[in-house]
C-alpha cells in the first residue's frame, strides 16, 4: 500500500489536500482537506444588511459575482423585498454570461492539461490538425497556418527548456492517450481560449461595473441605471456592445469549447468508469422571471443514489425541505465541538489541529441534507433540468452523450462532470443572449424600473439567498436583529463537494470520488488530479477563515 | 505607435505593490498623450496579458526579488525577461507573474516588439497598503524615467502640476 500526499493541488481555486492510499494501481482511501480559512463570516456580523453583499462577494475572485447574488437574495428573501423585472433579467445576464467565461477558464487552463500533452503537440502534423479540426467545427482559428505557428512558438520554447507556465507537468505520462494533433487543437485553442473569457468579462463588467466584483447590487433591485439617450447609463449603444461580446463568446463556446469537449470525452471513453462519488445530486433553481421569484427558467432537483431520472424537483427558493434541512458537521473539521449546525444557527469557531485523519483534517464543514451527502454543480444541474424537460438543455446533452458515446448516468462520472460543464456552458451562452433580448423587450414596452427602495426595520429576520454558481448550489444565510447583522454562514459549492468526513464517518464527494481511481504511476499521481479537477474546485470560497499553513514543497504565507 | 506602461503586484502586500503605486503616481502627476496607456494590471497575471498585446513597447514595472538593497531599481531589457532567468521564478504555484504573462503572450504570438522591465527590490512584503520609505523614494525616480523615455520618443507628456500652475 502506498500512501501519496498532495499538497498543493494546483490548477485550482484556494489551497486544497489530498491524502490517498493506493492498493494495486487504485485509490482505496482518500482524505481532502481545505487548508486555508479566512474569517468572512466573521467580518459580516454587525454590518448593515445592505452591504453584506459587497463583503460577501470578497470570498473569491474567480467565484466572483456568485456570492453577491446569494447574499443579496439572502436579505431580499429575510425582508420579503421584490426584485423588479428589469433587475432580474439585468442579474441573470451577468450570472449566465460569468458562468460562460468561468467554464472556459476552467475547461483550457485548469483542467485541460490533466489530459492534454503539450509536448506530444510538437510531434502534430499541422495540415492533418487542421483536416480534423475542420471535420469538428467551422470556427475560422482553425487554420494550417496558425496550428503551425503555435508549433514553432512552441517548439522554440520547448528547445530552449524553457516551458513557462507548462513547467512541471506530467507529460509523456503512460494515461495521456491523444494523438499528436489533437494535443496541438487542444493547445492552440487553449491560447485563443484567452481572449473569450476575457470577452466573457468585460460583457459581465458593462453591467456590473468592473469585473472581479461587480458593483451594481442594491437591496431590491440593481443600481444599473437604464436610459437610452444618456452617455453615463446602459444605452443602446452600450447594450449593443454586451450584444457583440456576447455573440462571440457564444460563437467560441459553440464551435471551439463545445466541440473540444465532445472531442475529449470520446477519446477518454473509459474515464465515465470512475469518479461517481456519493452519487446524491443537488442543483437549485434558476433564473428568476418574475418579481417576486416565483418562476424560474432552468429547474432545480435532488436524486439519490445515481438514480438520476428520479429527480424530486426544487421549483423555487422557498422550498421548505431545502430551507430546514441543510446542516454543517464539523466532526472532522477544525472547529470547536463535534456539532452538526443549521446554517442559522452555525458557528464559526476555530480550533487547529494537524492533519489528522481519524480526528480534524480539514477548514472545510461537511454539509449535509437530512443527514446525507450531496455532490453539486453542473452534472447535478444538467440533469435536473434534463429530466424537467427543459429543452436546451435535452438537446445539448443528447448530442454530448451521442458524440462521446454515453448514457446520461455517466454524468456522473470524472468525465462525466466536464461534458456536464460543457453542455452547461453551452446552454448558459444562449441564455445570455436570451436574457438580453428579454431586458431589451422590456426596455422598450416603457418600463424602466431597476430597483425597488428598502429600508431595514427594526427586529428579527431570517434569510437565505441560494444560487445555482458555475461550480454549483451556493447558499448564504443571514440572521438580522435591529438592522444589523446578527450572524451569517455561507455553505457553498465546493464546502458541498470538499467535504470532509461527517459525523457518521460518510466520506465527501471529492473523497468518495476518488475511491476506485486509477494510479499508474504513485509519483506521478495524473489521474488523482483528473479526477478533482474535475469537481472544478473553488477553496476560497469553500472555508471560511485565515490561517498559517505551510508544506515541504512550498510554504504559502496566508495573511 | 502604441505605448502600454504597465504596474504590476499586488497593492495590500505593502512593496509587493510598487508597480501600482507607480501607475497611481503617473496618473495623478502626468497628462499622457493618447499614444500611451497606462494600465494597473495589479494582479490579474494572464488577465492582463491583453493589455500587452496590442502595444508595440511596453514598460513593465514590478518587485523583484534580486539581490542588492530595497529601492534599487534594475532594468531589464527584452532579452533579458524573455530568454534568461533572471526574473525570478513564480512565487506560488497559484500566482502567476509578469514572467508567466509575457511567455503565454510570446506563446499566442504577440509579444510587443519593444519590452523593459523596471524591477524594484522591496524592503517589505507584509499587510499595508504603504510603500517602506526606501521604495517610495523609487516611485518618483522610475516615474522620471519614465516620462524622460517618453519625451526623448517626441511624445508629449505634461506635468499636471506644471499645467496647474498655468505655464504653459
Excluded at chain 1, 464559526?348 to 453539486?376: H, I, M, N
Excluded at chain 1, 447535478?380 to 462521446?404: F, H, M, S, W
Excluded at chain 1, 416603457?446 to 439567498?465: H, L, R, S, W
Excluded at chain 1, 464517518?505 to 504511476?521: F, T
Aim: net charge negative; glycine share 8%.
Amino acid at each position: 500500500m502506498k500512501r501519496i500526499t498532495i499538497d498543493p493541488i494546483t490548477r485550482i481555486e484556494g489551497h486544497l489536500r489530498v491524502n490517498v492510499e493506493v492498493d494495486d494501481g487504485s485509490v482505496s482511501k482518500a482524505w481532502v482537506s481545505g487548508q486555508m480559512w479566512r474569517g468572512l463570516e466573521v467580518i459580516l456580523r454587525g454590518r448593515d444588511p445592505r452591504d453584506a453583499w459587497v463583503f460577501a462577494q470578497r470570498i473569491c475572485g474567480v467565484c466572483t459575482t456568485v456570492h453577491a447574488i446569494a447574499s443579496i437574495r439572502s436579505v431580499e428573501h429575510a425582508l420579503n423585498v421584490d426584485v423588479p423585472v428589469n433587475a432580474q433579467h439585468i442579474r441573470n445576464i451577468m450570472i449566465a454570461q460569468h458562468s460562460v467565461q468561468d467554464h472556459i477558464v476552467h475547461f483550457y487552463h485548469l483542467c485541460a492539461l490533466d489530459w492534454v500533452d503539450v509536448l506530444s503537440a510538437l510531434k502534430a502534423d499541422p495540415k492533418r490538425t487542421a483536416q480534423l479540426a475542420e471535420a469538428i467545427s467551422d470556427w475560422p482559428g482553425n487554420g494550417e497556418k496558425q496550428f503551425k505557428a503555435v508549433k514553432d512558438r512552441f517548439g522554440n520554447f520547448a528547445s530552449n527548456g524553457r516551458l513557462g507556465i507548462f513547467s512541471s507537468g506530467y507529460w509523456g505520462h503512460p494515461a495521456m492517450k491523444l494523438p499528436p494533433e489533437v494535443n496541438l487543437l487542444m493547445l492552440s485553442h487553449y491560447l485563443q481560449a484567452l481572449d473569450y473569457q476575457r470577452k466573457g468579462a468585460q460583457a459581465v463588467a458593462i453591467l456590473g461595473g468592473k469585473n472581479p466584483h461587480i458593483q451594481n447590487l442594491c437591496v431590491g433591485g440593481v443600481a444599473t441605471a437604464v436610459n437610452a439617450d444618456n452617455m453615463a447609463t446602459l444605452n443602446t449603444e452600450r447594450l449593443e456592445y454586451l450584444r457583440t461580446l456576447m455573440g462571440e463568446t457564444r460563437d467560441f463556446v459553440h464551435k471551439v469549447y463545445y466541440p473540444d469537449v465532445l472531442l475529449l470525452a470520446s477519446a477518454y471513453r473509459e474515464w465515465f468508469k470512475y469518479g461517481s462519488g456519493v452519487r446524491n445530486y443537488l442543483a437549485v433553481p434558476e433564473f428568476p422571471q418574475d418579481s417576486k421569484s416565483t418562476t424560474y427558467d432552468l429547474s432545480g432537483g435532488i436524486s439519490l443514489e445515481g438514480n438520476v431520472t428520479a429527480v424530486r424537483p426544487i421549483v423555487d427558493h422557498r422550498d421548505p425541505f431545502l430551507i430546514q434541512k441543510v446542516t454543517e458537521s464539523v466532526a472532522h473539521s477544525w472547529y470547536e465541538g463535534l456539532s452538526s449546525l443549521h446554517p442559522w444557527q452555525g458557528e464559526t469557531k476555530p480550533q487547529y489541529t494537524d492533519f489528522r485523519e481519524d480526528e480534524k483534517y480539514s477548514w472545510c464543514k461537511a454539509p449535509r441534507l437530512d443527514g446525507r451527502a450531496f455532490e453539486v454543480g453542473p452534472t447535478a444541474q444538467v440533469l435536473a433540468a434534463y429530466v424537467a424537460g427543459k429543452a436546451e438543455v435535452r438537446q445539448a446533452t443528447d448530442i454530448a452523450l451521442l458524440k462521446a458515446g454515453a448514457k446520461l448516468d455517466d454524468l456522473g462520472s470524472t468525465m462525466g462532470r466536464i461534458l456536464a460543464r460543457g453542455i452547461r456552458a453551452r446552454v448558459m451562452a444562449d441564455l445570455s443572449l436570451v436574457y438580453l433580448d428579454r431586458l431589451t423587450n422590456n426596455l422598450v414596452k416603457g418600463d424602466t424600473v431597476y430597483a425597488n427602495p428598502a429600508e431595514i426595520p427594526d427586529g428579527e429576520f431570517k434569510g437565505v439567498g441560494f444560487h445555482e454558481a458555475p461550480r454549483g448550489t451556493l447558499s448564504h444565510w443571514i440572521l438580522i436583529r435591529d438592522k444589523k447583522i446578527a450572524n451569517y454562514q455561507a455553505v457553498v459549492p465546493s464546502t458541498w463537494n470538499a467535504s470532509p468526513r461527517d459525523d457518521k464517518g460518510v466520506a465527501g464527494p471529492y473523497e468518495a470520488s476518488l475511491v476506485g481511481n486509477p494510479v499508474a504511476q504513485p509519483e506521478k499521481p495524473l489521474e488523482v488530479l483528473r479526477t478533482l479537477h474535475s469537481f472544478d474546485p473553488c477553496i476560497a470560497c469553500a472555508v471560511h477563515m485565515f490561517d498559517p499553513s505551510g508544506t515541504e514543497l512550498v510554504k504559502v504565507k496566508v495573511l | 505607435m502604441r505605448i502600454v506602461i504597465v504596474g504590476a503586484g499586488n497593492w495590500l502586500l505593502s512593496d509587493e505593490g510598487v508597480g501600482v503605486h507607480v501607475v497611481k503616481y503617473l496618473t495623478e502627476n502626468y497628462e499622457f498623450p493618447d499614444e500611451v496607456e497606462i494600465f494597473d494590471a495589479g494582479t490579474l497575471g494572464l488577465s492582463g496579458a491583453y493589455a500587452l498585446e496590442s502595444a508595440d513597447a511596453v514598460y513593465v514595472v514590478d518587485a523583484v526579488n534580486a539581490e542588492g538593497r530595497p529601492g534599487e531599481i534594475r532594468l531589464y531589457d527584452k532579452y533579458d525577461v524573455m530568454m534568461l532567468d533572471r526574473i525570478p521564478a513564480k512565487l506560488s504555484p497559484h500566482q502567476l507573474g509578469i514572467r508567466e504573462m509575457l511567455l503565454v503572450t510570446q506563446l499566442r504570438g504577440k509579444l510587443p516588439a519593444e519590452l523593459v522591465l523596471f524591477g524594484v527590490i522591496p524592503a517589505s512584503l507584509e499587510p499595508g497598503i504603504d510603500l517602506s520609505p526606501a521604495v517610495e523614494m523609487s516611485v518618483k525616480t522610475m516615474a522620471q524615467m519614465l516620462v524622460a523615455d517618453l519625451l526623448s520618443r517626441g511624445l508629449i507628456v505634461r506635468n499636471k502640476a506644471v499645467t496647474a500652475a498655468g505655464i504653459f
